[in-house]
Structure formats: structure tokens, C-alpha cells
């Protein structure tokens, strides 16, 4: 399973982002292996509009299986669950930490969007 989750840092110790589409990276962790990489979000961190959109477009092409992050707009979800990507909501913690609650089967993919859209 092909794992992103939002951050402004670099490795396993950095915090999950509550942020989604204006996240300053995605951390993807390839659970197979434990390895992972670092994708850059700087295409919309100063969006006028459409951040959540375009980093939910970015995660798709991807072909990422999941999503943890602190919180998700109702666009950014329609476009991630049209693509299949499981969203989990997870926030003040290590991206280890929540790594670790997923593979405990202690975070459980949302059906909706959690906070309001910014552009209604």
C-alpha cells in the first residue's frame, strides 16, 4: 500500500499536516518495503483557489492507496474518493505515530470531508 500523508517535514518524525491541499509536502511511505519519498506541494501553497483539488489530482496520478491528514475539504474528498484513495483523519502526531495507528487498525477511512470548503 502506497501511503500519503501531509507534512512540512522530511522524514518519519515530523508531524502530520493539518492541512491538505496546502500542505508544504506529501510524504509517501511504501508499506511493503518502509521506504519512502518526499513529493513537493509548492504548486499550491499560494493557490488562489483549488490547493485541495489539485493536490487531490496530484495523489491520484500518483496512484497513492491513501491519504492521512489532519483535515479534508469536501473537494479535495470528491476527488479522492473518485479515485478510490481512502482518507484517514489524524492530527497532533508523528507521521510514525500515525503510520503505527493505521497498521493497528486504530484509524478508520472517513466517508466525508471533515471541515467546511474555504471557497462556498
Not at 474528498?77 to 508523528?94: G, N, R
Not at 484509524?107 to 470548503?117: D, I, M, Q, R, S
Request: a neutral charge; glycine letters at 6%.
Amino acid at each position: 500500500m502506497e501511503i500519503a500523508i501531509t507534512t512540512a517535514g522530511h522524514d518519519l518524525d515530523a508531524m502530520v499536516d493539518s492541512r491538505f491541499g496546502r500542505a508544504p509536502h506529501f510524504l509517501i511511505y511504501y508499506s511493503k518495503t518502509g521506504a519512502f519519498t518526499i513529493k513537493e506541494n509548492t504548486q499550491n501553497l499560494n493557490a488562489a483557489q483549488g490547493a485541495g483539488i489539485q493536490s487531490a489530482m496530484h495523489l491520484a496520478n500518483a496512484k497513492v492507496d491513501a491519504v492521512i491528514t489532519g483535515n479534508c475539504g469536501p473537494k479535495a474528498f470528491a476527488v479522492l474518493d473518485a479515485a478510490k484513495i481512502k482518507v484517514y483523519i489524524c492530527s497532533d502526531c508523528t507521521i510514525a505515530h500515525a503510520l503505527d495507528l493505521l497498521k493497528k487498525n486504530e484509524l478508520t477511512p472517513v466517508e466525508k470531508a471533515n471541515v467546511e470548503g474555504h471557497w462556498v
